[in-house]
Structure formats: structure tokens, C-alpha cells
């Protein structure tokens, strides 16, 4: 997703979408730890998605947008 379609959602979506992500992300270090895992990059992906739900739920906890 990018920040534009993150800003659009509410916080319960994000919320919600930010707890997806963090599963996600358990799943694909269990299959990297098991060898599994195709493309590593996917952890990379994850993170920064879930990097960007995080700031932008801290933007609005401030008020700033």
C-alpha cells in the first residue's frame, strides 16, 4: 500500500491491517528459519509496510494530518 491509501483508512483498519502485517511477518521468519522462504526481500516488504502503519497512526494520535 502506499501513504496515500494508508492516510485514507481509518485507525481501526490500520489497526487491523498492522496486526495482518506483524502475522505476516512471524510466518515469513518461521519460513526463512525453515528454509522455505523463496525471496527474502518479502521480510523487507513487510517491515517497511509495517514501518509505514505505525507512523502513520502516530501521526494521527498527534493531530498532525
Do not use: C, P
Not at 502485517?21 to 521480510?43: C, D, G, I, K
Not at 509505514?52 to 498527534?62: G, P
Request: avoid cysteine; aromatic fraction near 4%.
Amino acid at each position: 500500500m502506499k501513504i496515500d491509501d494508508i492516510r485514507m483508512l481509518g485507525i481501526e483498519e490500520m489497526k487491523k491491517n498492522l496486526n495482518e502485517a506483524h502475522e505476516e511477518l512471524f510466518n515469513l521468519r518461521f519460513r526463512l528459519s525453515t528454509r522455505q522462504l523463496v525471496n527474502h526481500r518479502e521480510l523487507v516488504k513487510v517491515k517497511k509496510r509495517i514501518a509505514r502503519l505505525n507512523t502513520i497512526l502516530r501521526e494521527k494520535e498527534l493531530g498532525l494530518r
